[in-house]
C-alpha cells in the first residue's frame, strides 16, 4: 500500500509561481510511475504531467505550453511540481498519484494523495 502526501499549495498572483512536493511512503518508490492530475471546481480531473520511474521519460498536457516541470528524487521517494507562469485558469485542486510500471504515464492510477489546492488571482 502505498500512501502519498501533497504538500506546496496556496494562493498565488498570476505571473506567479509554486512548487508542490509529492511524498511516498509504503513501497518502493522506483517501482511506480508518478503523475500530477487537477481539478477544478465543475471540471473533470484532468493530467497535467507524468514521469516514469527514473525521470527519464515526461509527459506534460498541451495546455501548459513549458510552464510546468516535473521531477522525481526516487532516494527521497519524492516527486515535484514546479509551476511557472501562473494563470488564473490554473486554480484546482492538484493530486499526485502511482501506478505501478514502467510507463510514463497511464489511463488509470491505483494510488492518490489527498490533494492540495492551488489558486492563483488575477
Known amino acids: ?6 504538500s506546496g499549495g496556496g494562493l498565488v498572483q498570476a505571473g506567479g509561481s509554486l ?4 511524498a511516498a511512503s509504503g513501497g518502493t518508490f522506483s517501482d511506480y510511475a508518478m503523475g ?3 481539478q ?6 484532468e493530467l497535467v504531467v507524468g514521469i516514469n520511474w527514473s525521470g527519464g521519460s515526461t509527459y506534460y498536457a498541451d495546455f501548459l505550453k513549458g ?3 516535473v521531477s522525481r528524487d526516487n532516494a ?4 515535484h511540481l514546479q509551476m511557472n507562469s501562473l494563470k488564473p485558469e490554473d486554480t484546482a485542486v492538484y493530486y499526485c ?15 492518490w494523495g489527498q490533494g492540495t489546492q492551488v489558486t492563483v488571482s488575477s
Not at 500500500?1 to 501533497?6: F, N, R, S
Open 97 to 111: 498519484a502511482a501506478q505501478r510500471g514502467r510507463g510514463t504515464y497511464y489511463d488509470y492510477y491505483e494510488y
Open 40 to 45: 477544478a471546481p465543475g471540471k473533470e480531473r
Open 76 to 79: 527521497k521517494s519524492t516527486v
Open 67 to 69: 510552464r510546468f516541470t
Open 36 to 38: 500530477w492530475f487537477r
Open 1 to 6: 500500500q502505498v500512501q502519498l502526501v501533497e
Open 19 to 22: 512548487r508542490l512536493s509529492c
